[in-house]
């Protein structure tokens, strides 16, 4: 589903330049859920942004559902985010002019689904995050973890093979990130979503398939 | 979708008010006065009674003797007018004119301020006044020199008082009495061809001497079958002119020709040197001056677009990573700021019709009326979304080039 080959990330500037990837290779199969552990600036969310297709390798391959992605454009880049990918992020970044039922509309709208099935949708994904009595709420009118609630059914209303977790529970209390972990590991287990998570916490990361490890950008496991 | 972008264009508006307020303001203000500077244009010279005739009118309204030492410029002379315009080939009429001088009366004990002006009566069929009472002078009346005259309702309010007849009374003016056989609305300042309060036969005034001027204070008018004729009346009209005589050998060469109201005040703003279409040349002088307006509020929209982009970085970062490619991105903020510019100018247009009818009802310019035409409506319109997408472009590509990972980050943009 997810595979990486030889893959480098260098952060250039006039001055200094920084390796954030060192040859990296990764296999993720169909169905998988991985974590992604080690210390801060380790490369990890780098690591996540790429399979994201949100940025591109300096070197190496990478392919995403059997396709090799490096030649893509930037319409068929968001093509394939849009119908294949979803994401949650660690501080939410819900659309603060929205309403909740608004921000889950959001990936739909760029497949051009109608108003009245769009609506549908994501009250169905609200209603899977336990949410749907929220849907004319505006994000600040949330907890925090109602908040990762709302940006997870945003992540999963385009049933999406693959979602992308970068420290989905970093800014929960732990009964809110365990109700957070129950939620994706339902999307893994009952709907096959591919599941790459990172995280940096142990408890979290024991629940998963597979857990890689970074180490200043290289992969110690 | 584009439905879709105007939903949410009206939600982020509707959220972010003092951004909103700021935006409209700026477009609704810089729409207004550019709607009433329009509309005082429009007042001036579009065609409209009396004067509603003049998209097939040219004139001679100046004329100009050069020579070595010397020039001369002023309106043209009755004689001019009657050897070089009247009886024009292939015009359906001509007329003579004199200018609306501004002259006082007494009337009753009373001193009263008014603006006379000498007429033949083709002028009567040239221009569609508005009459309540009576009717024009006519041919006859000029060529017998018959003491009549025409007067505005104004005027027959200011001789006679409010709601009193005035046909087949009289009043001395310039000590002359005349006999009212019409009475007309009244005309603004601004037209002007149309202009007076009182009108009088040419041939009532008190010496011949005018016959013999070259140069004084006339003007002559040519009414053309359709538009298309102009050249040819131009040419004759050259023709003519080119067997003109300098009785005064001080000069040696006139300029003179036969031109629109916006041909004229083109040729009085770039002088009668000035070769090429004056006429387009000066409409492009004012709208590049409308231009140079607008990019006012226009840089301020794009300096207010680009720092919203800091501040709505994380949406763009979280739209691109769910599927909106640079293209929808530009669309939506582009839709968004021509929804706003709209607004903007349906308040300015809302703005600019109250306006104007507090212009209209302060009478700063006597007996104007100033109103919002479609004409004007078309070019607010074209200005709003002029406005839309010059200050939603740049902006809106600005954004589509940010890389979502930045975006989401909260970086450098």
């Known amino acids: ?14 001055r200094v330049e920084t390796l954030a990837l060192e040859n990296i290779n990764l296999d993720v199969a169909p169905g998988e859920f991985v974590s992604v552990m080690g210390p801060s600036g380790c490369g990890k969310s780098t690591l996540l942004n790429l399979i994201g297709l949100l940025d591109a390798p300096s070197s190496g391959n990478l392919a995403l559902d059997g396709a090799a992605v490096a030649k893509w454009n930037d319409g068929k880049l968001a093509q394939f985010r849009n119908e294949k990918l979803g994401f949650v992020f660690q501080s939410f970044h819900l659309v603060p002019d929205l309403k909740v039922v608004d ?6 709208l760029y497949r051009k689904t109608n108003g009245t099935p769009r609506r549908k949708l994501a009250q169905a994904a609200l209603d899977r995050v336990g949410l749907a009595s929220r849907i004319h709420h505006f994000p600040t009118q949330l907890s925090g973890g109602q908040q990762q609630r709302v940006a997870i059914a945003r992540a ?57 490890r970074l180490f200043d950008g290289r992969q110690v496991a | 979708m584009l439905a879709n972008y105007i939903k949410i264009a009206i939600k982020v508006l509707a959220r972010r008010k003092f951004f909103t307020f700021i935006s409209l303001f700026g477009i609704s203000f810089t729409l207004l006065v550019l709607m009433v500077a329009t509309a005082m244009i429009d007042n001036v010279f579009a065609p409209r009674a009396p004067e509603s005739k003049f998209d097939r009118v040219i004139g001679v309204y100046r004329i100009g003797l050069h020579g070595e030492h010397f020039n001369s410029t002023s309106n043209p002379g009755y004689r001019f ?32 301020e008014t603006h006379l002006r000498r007429t033949d009566g083709a002028y009567w ?51 002359q009495r005349f006999r009212v056989i019409g009475v007309v609305r009244a005309v603004p300042i601004t037209r002007e061809v149309g202009f007076s309060e009182i009108w009088v036969p040419i041939r009532t005034m008190k010496t011949r001497e005018y016959e013999r001027q070259m140069m004084g204070s006339f003007g002559g008018i040519v ?25 005064d050998k001080t000069f040696d060469r006139l300029s003179a020709g036969l031109d629109t109201r916006l041909e004229f005040a083109a ?147």
Do not use: C
């Open chain 1, 1 to 14: 589903m997810i595979r990486l080959d030889n893959v480098n990330k260098v952060y250039r500037t006039e």
């Open chain 1, 103 to 108: 921000n889950v509309e959001i990936p739909l």
């Open chain 1, 156 to 212: 999963i209303v385009g049933k999406p093979r693959i979602l992308l977790a970068d420290e989905p529970t970093g800014n929960l209390d732990s009964a809110m990130g365990d109700e957070i972990m129950d939620i994706l590991h339902d999307l893994n287990k009952n709907d096959g979503t591919t599941i790459v998570m990172v995280t940096h916490d142990d408890r979290f990361a024991r629940r998963t398939d597979r857990i890689v």
């Open chain 2, 81 to 112: 007018v009657k050897e070089y315009v009247l009886g024009l080939p292939g015009a359906e009429a001509t007329s003579v004119f004199s200018g609306s001088s501004a002259l006082a009366m007494y009337h009753d004990n009373r001193k009263v």
């Open chain 2, 125 to 175: 069929q040239i221009l569609d006044f508005d009459f309540v009472e009576g009717g024009p002078l006519t041919e006859s009346d000029n060529a017998n020199a018959n003491f009549v005259a025409v007067m505005t309702d104004d005027m027959r309010t200011k001789l006679y008082g409010r709601g009193s007849a005035a046909l087949g009374k009289t009043f001395e003016v310039d000590g």
């Open chain 2, 223 to 247: 009414l053309a079958r359709k538009r298309s004729d102009f050249d040819a009346l131009r040419r004759e009209f050259a023709l003519r002119t080119s067997r003109f005589v300098f009785e």
């Open chain 2, 267 to 413: 040729r009085a703003t770039l002088g009668s040197q000035f070769k090429g279409n004056r006429a387009l040349v000066f409409r492009g002088i004012l709208a590049g001056l409308a231009l140079l307006f607008m990019l006012l509020p226009t840089m301020n929209l794009v300096s207010i677009n680009l720092s919203r982009i800091m501040e709505r970085a994380s949406e763009i970062g979280v739209r691109k990573a769910f599927g909106a490619s640079s293209r929808a991105l530009i669309g939506q903020f582009i839709v968004e700021n021509v929804v706003l510019t709209v607004i903007g100018g349906l308040i300015g247009f809302v703005l600019s019709v109250a306006v104007l009818s507090a212009l209209s009802r302060m009478q700063l310019i006597p007996y104007a009326i100033f109103d919002i035409n479609l004409r004007i409506f078309f070019y607010g319109l074209l200005i709003a979304v002029f406005f839309g997408l010059v200050s939603g472009v740049y902006p809106a590509w600005r954004m589509s080039r940010i890389q979502a990972v930045n975006a989401l980050r909260g970086g450098a943009l």
